[in-house]
């Protein structure tokens, strides 16, 4: 099982910026997807920005142009670089990691970190 630990949540105002990083660990694992989710208040979790192993990325609309990810794949780690937030950006951040083992896919789920940005 992987185990993924993000940091870098926090509070800013609106238009600033944030960083979150996450890293695995247990396994690495040569056909994956990580990314990002998020889940505000009384909304479903919903998807920010994925990369596979193949360097695919998949953004939310509401982010294009605003959010990049990254990865180290040496480091087996995936940042996430959020500029122009928006009071609508808060909420928890949920690192994402999707890999292929043994003829299957599996899943993993960060704790979650929180994002709050003030307007």
């Known amino acids: 099982q992987v185990q993924l630990v993000e940091s870098g949540g926090g509070l800013v105002q609106a238009g600033g910026s944030l960083r979150l990083s996450c890293a695995a660990s247990g396994g690495r694992f040569s056909i994956n997807v990580m990314g990002w989710y998020r889940q505000a208040p009384g909304k479903q979790r919903e998807l920010v920005a994925t990369?596979?192993?193949?360097?695919?990325?998949n953004y939310a609309d509401s982010v294009k142009g605003r959010f990049t990810i990254l990865r180290d794949n040496a480091k087996n780690t995936v940042l996430l670089q959020m500029n122009s937030l928006k009071p609508e950006d808060t909420a928890v951040y949920y690192c994402y990691y999707k890999y292929w083992s043994l003829s299957k896919f599996y899943e993993s789920w960060g704790q979650g970190t929180q994002v709050t940005v003030s307007s």
């Open positions: 990369m596979s192993s193949a360097d695919d990325t």
